[in-house]
C-alpha cells in the first residue's frame, strides 16, 4: 500500500491484558515513531526507530511499554497488563529518517485502545 | 517548561479574516520546524515546512524567529475547511536520528 498501515483500527480489551498494535510503514522509509493521543490533547512521543541503531525509548510511559521492528520494516507496539490510564488513540508514522534534513512524518490512521 | 508550547485555542475566526498563532521552543539546538493540520478524529498531515527566510504556500504563511525561538501561521482569507488542530512540530538531529516533538495544538474554528 501506499501509506502507512495501523491494525487493528480499533481495540477493547479489559484491564490487566497484555495488547498487541501493529504499524507497517511506508516501503523504504528508514524512521517509525510511536505516538499516543488522548482525547483532546497532543500528540505523546513513545519511541522512535531509525534503521538498524538502538531505538529512542525515552518516551514510554512506563516498563509495560515495549515495541519492537522487525526486518527495519513492520513494528509491533505491546502495552502489559493494561489499564485504564492506557485508553487512547496510538499513532504509528514512518519518515524518511535523519539523512533527510526535511524529514516529513506521514502517519496511520491510529489504533483507538479502550481498556475497560 | 514544556519542550514545544502552543495556544490551545480555540481561535474563532469569522470566515475570509486572517488568523495567526505561534508556537514557543524550549531547545536552541531545535534545527527544523514544520506545522501539521489535525482534522477532528483523523491523523495528523503535513501542512507546510518553516524555513528561515520564512514561506508562503497560498494562503499559509510561516515564520521562524529563532532569537526569540519560536514560529507562527497565519491563514489569510479563511475557509471554513480551515477549521482545524495545528499542531507545531520541532526537530532535533541526534546521533541516532531524528527527534520529533509535537506541541499540544492550536484550535482554529472558521465560521460563516
Known amino acids: 500500500g501506499a501509506g502507512v498501515s495501523q491494525s487493528p483500527s480499533n481495540k477493547v480489551t479489559e484491564k490487566g491484558k497484555d495488547v498487541e498494535l501493529r504499524c507497517d510503514p511506508i516501503?523504504?522509509?528508514?524512521?517509525l515513531y510511536w505516538y499516543r493521543q488522548s482525547l483532546g490533547q497532543g500528540l505523546e512521543f513513545l519511541i522512535y526507530f531509525q534503521g538498524n541503531s538502538a531505538p529512542d525509548k525515552s518516551g514510554l510511559p512506563s516498563d509495560r511499554f515495549s515495541a519492537e521492528r522487525t526486518g527495519g520494516s513492520v513494528s509491533t507496539l505491546t502495552i502489559q497488563r493494561t489499564q485504564q490510564e492506557d485508553s487512547a488513540v496510538y499513532l504509528c508514522a514512518s519518515g524518511t529518517g535523519w539523512g533527510d534534513s526535511n524529514e516529513k512524518l506521514f502517519f496511520g490512521s491510529g489504533t483507538q485502545l479502550s481498556v475497560l | 517548561r514544556k519542550e514545544v508550547e502552543q495556544d490551545p485555542g480555540p481561535f474563532n475566526v469569522p470566515e475570509g479574516a486572517t488568523v495567526a498563532f505561534n508556537c514557543t521552543y524550549s531547545n536552541s539546538a531545535s534545527q527544523s520546524f514544520f506545522w501539521y493540520r489535525q482534522d477532528c478524529r483523523k491523523e495528523p498531515k503535513l501542512l507546510m515546512s518553516?524555513?528561515?527566510s520564512g514561506n508562503e504556500d497560498g494562503r499559509f504563511t510561516a515564520q521562524l524567529n529563532r532569537a526569540s525561538q519560536y514560529i507562527s501561521l497565519l491563514i489569510r482569507d479563511s475557509k471554513l475547511s480551515d477549521s482545524a488542530t495545528y499542531l507545531c512540530?520541532?526537530?532535533?538531529?541526534?546521533?541516532?536520528?531524528?527527534?520529533?516533538?509535537f506541541g499540544g495544538g492550536t484550535r482554529v474554528l472558521v465560521k460563516p
Open positions: 516501503s523504504g522509509h528508514t524512521a
Open positions: 512540530v520541532v526537530k532535533i538531529a541526534k546521533a541516532a536520528g531524528n527527534k520529533l516533538t
Open positions: 518553516v524555513y528561515s
